[in-house]
């Protein structure tokens, strides 16, 4: 098994632009999480879901982040417009149920936006 | 709103001696509570985890204890070694989520 894989591993783009973070959860999973890793804050919890359904949104900085989850083996968080505080690593985890067992992370993307 | 707090961004010990790391929580709702290592470049990993019917459990140097009352838990890893330098993150698990704080940078000096 590969693990949770993200995509890009880094990007740079430029105020104003569409950002689209992608990840691929482990096959069987059926919960998958973004979170976004900042200095201030540490790991914050953006959205998650359950079996590709949004069970909760609430930790969404505003209407520019948007995530989806088309089917089970795909998420996409998006960012648009994007603005330079939005600079941070985004991870994404997916777990096969809640408990003792923790979430499996991918290795993150470092967004950069300048 | 933080839920799950570690108060100390580092801590460095010498190679052999005790690592504590701790973490305070404010909902009393959490389930399960856990700790997490992370090497730059790659994402968390596991470590370790706790039943909050328990107040132990032990994994080889790694031991985490739970203080319900005082809602807090504590990292103990006995003897450290260099290769356990990374940012370890308490997280607490409730519901369908899991909250963390915003983890301690352990160094273990040779």
């Known amino acids: 098994d590969a693990g949770v894989i993200q995509s890009p591993r880094h990007e740079v783009t430029e105020m104003g632009q569409e950002v689209t973070l992608r990840c691929k959860p482990i096959s069987g999973h059926d919960y998958l999480f973004w979170y976004r890793q900042t200095m201030m804050r540490g790991l914050e919890l953006l959205i998650y879901?359950?079996?590709?359904?949004?069970?909760?949104d609430s930790g969404m900085p505003e209407d520019r982040f948007s995530a989806k989850m088309p089917n089970a083996s795909f998420s996409t968080l998006k960012i648009q417009p994007s603005e330079p505080r939005d600079s941070a690593v985004y991870f994404c985890?997916?777990?096969?149920?809640?408990?003792?067992?923790?979430?499996?992370f991918g290795s993150g993307t470092r967004l950069t936006v300048v | 709103d933080q839920q799950v707090k570690q108060n100390s961004p580092s801590l460095s010990v010498q190679e052999g001696r005790i690592s504590i790391l701790n973490c305070d929580y404010t909902n009393s709702m959490f389930d399960y509570f856990l700790w997490y290592k992370k090497y730059p470049a790659e994402g968390p990993t596991f470590l370790i985890s706790i039943s909050s019917i328990k107040d132990k459990n032990e994994d080889g140097r790694f031991t985490v204890f739970l203080n319900k009352s005082a809602k807090h838990l504590s990292l103990h890893i006995v003897p450290s070694q260099p290769g356990d330098s990374a940012v370890y993150f308490c997280a607490a698990s409730g519901h369908n989520d899991m909250r963390f704080g915003a983890g301690t940078r352990l160094t273990v000096k040779p």
């Open positions: 879901f359950n079996n590709n359904v949004p069970i909760d």
């Open positions: 985890a997916s777990s096969p149920s809640q408990g003792l067992y923790g979430y499996t």
